[in-house]
């Protein structure tokens, strides 16, 4: 059986893209929804960035996954409770993806759209 080609994506693969390094805070609520859809359509429409090669995340949860998922790419990346990270992304043109927490007492899960590529580095918060 043939693999099915769904098309070509851009990827920077580490450079800088031309705006310089930025970086995008995002704070979400899961005690008023246990997913959101992030779409930055409007932000690369406004030539404010041209990629995003990384998200920074803390899962502030002690009992379920933060997860991200990027239609666009097939992408997903899974946090476990109480631990923290930069993860590279596929960022393709438009910039959506939903994250999803299955803790309703997290009401400020902060993440980082970083438009640089960090390596990539996961560890434990607990102390």
């Given at each position: 059986?043939?693999?099915?080609?769904?098309?070509?994506?851009?990827?920077?693969?580490?450079?800088?893209?031309?705006?310089?390094?930025?970086?995008v805070?995002?704070?979400?609520?899961?005690?008023?929804?246990?997913?959101?859809?992030?779409?930055?359509?409007?932000?690369?429409q406004?030539?404010?960035?041209?990629?995003?090669?990384?998200?920074?995340?803390?899962?502030?949860?002690?009992?379920?996954?933060?997860?991200?998922q990027?239609?666009?790419?097939?992408?997903?990346?899974?946090?476990?409770?109480?631990?923290?990270?930069?993860?590279?992304?596929?960022?393709p043109?438009?910039?959506?993806?939903?994250?999803?927490?299955?803790?309703?007492?997290?009401?400020?899960?902060?993440?980082?759209?970083i438009n640089?590529?960090?390596?990539?580095?996961?560890?434990?918060?607990?102390?």
């Amino acid at each position: 059986m043939n693999a099915q080609i769904k098309g070509i994506l851009n990827a920077l693969n580490g450079s800088t893209p031309c705006e310089g390094a930025r970086s995008v805070p995002v704070t979400l609520d899961f005690s008023q929804a246990g997913s959101y859809t992030v779409d930055l359509t409007a932000q690369y429409q406004q030539k404010q960035f041209t990629t995003f090669q990384t998200i920074y995340a803390q899962n502030m949860s002690t009992s379920a996954p933060l997860i991200f998922q990027f239609s666009a790419s097939g992408q997903t990346i899974t946090i476990p409770p109480g631990f923290a990270g930069y993860l590279p992304v596929l960022s393709p043109d438009p910039f959506q993806f939903s994250v999803s927490l299955a803790d309703a007492l997290i009401t400020a899960q902060n993440i980082q759209l970083i438009n640089v590529y960090l390596p990539p580095v996961i560890w434990n918060t607990a102390p």
